[in-house]
């Protein structure tokens, strides 16, 4: 059981290109969310989903796209990346149902866009 | 809109000391929960304890605890006991439900460094 994994772990872009952040989990978990975290801030959601199929927006998704085709998948799309979009992302699931729907996260991703 | 407010930017405390790390939120949601995470200098997030806004009980996970006071909306972390690995950011977060009833995503606060002194 690996959990939430996230590659790359570290990535440098230029101003206008494009990557994908990949973000996988085996736990079974509806709920997976993108979050960024930029110095001295708490976590921001950029993106969630609560199924296959199924996205939505959360605090700061301008400038990214995300699908989720699988339930073990979700990537994170920079269309055009730009300097004020690096930061840390890190991955996210969990249950969908309320209770302890505690969520796990990733070892995260360092991004730097030059 | 929910928001949480850490009001405590950097701690410094002696080993083997109990430390009160703040946390206020803010929130229309009946349902909801509270969570505490750590963050080590090596940048992962670790789950330290759980509390809902219906458990009548605070919530404890060995020398954590989580003191919950809803009516001031105040969901403070306890450390017993403070060892010097215990040194790390600490953020509180919120989750409420989304417009369908399910879970939505974490809405955190901007954290409290901690540092546990010999």
């Known amino acids: 059981n690996a959990g939430v994994t996230q590659t790359p772990k570290f990535q440098v872009l230029k101003t206008g290109q494009s990557m994908t952040l990949q973000c996988a989990q085996d736990?079974?978990?509806?709920?997976m969310s993108w979050y960024r975290q930029d110095p001295g801030m708490g976590l921001r959601l950029i993106h969630y989903?609560?199924?296959?199929?199924?996205?939505d927006q959360g605090e700061v998704p301008n400038g990214y796209n995300v699908s989720r085709s699988t339930t073990e998948d979700f990537p994170l799309r920079l269309l055009s990346a730009a300097p004020s979009q690096t930061s840390v992302y890190f991955c996210?699931?969990?249950?969908?149902?309320?209770?302890?729907?505690?969520?796990?996260f990733g070892p995260g991703t360092r991004l730097t866009v030059l | 809109a929910q928001k949480i407010t850490q009001t405590q930017p950097g701690m410094f405390v002696q080993e083997k000391e109990a430390v009160t790390l703040d946390c206020t939120y803010d929130?229309?949601?009946?349902?909801?929960?509270l969570f505490w995470y750590k963050q080590p200098s090596s940048g992962e997030m670790i789950f330290l304890i759980y509390?809902?806004?219906?458990?009548?009980q605070n919530a404890t996970e060995g020398r954590y605890s989580l003191n919950f006071q809803k009516a001031r909306k105040s969901a403070n972390l306890v450390i017993s006991a403070s060892q010097l690995g215990d040194s790390a950011m600490y953020f509180c977060?919120?989750?409420?439900?989304?417009?369908?009833?399910?879970?939505?995503?974490?809405?955190f606060g901007k954290g409290t460094h901690l540092i546990i002194q010999p």
């Open positions: 996210a699931s969990s249950y969908v149902a309320g209770g302890n729907n505690e969520q796990f």
């Open positions: 929130t229309s949601d009946q349902s909801y929960g």
């Open positions: 509390q809902g806004s219906y458990d009548e």
């Open positions: 989903s609560v199924g296959a199929g199924i996205t």
């Open positions: 736990m079974n978990h509806e709920y």
């Open positions: 977060a919120m989750r409420g439900v989304d417009s369908g009833g399910g879970a939505d995503g974490l809405t």
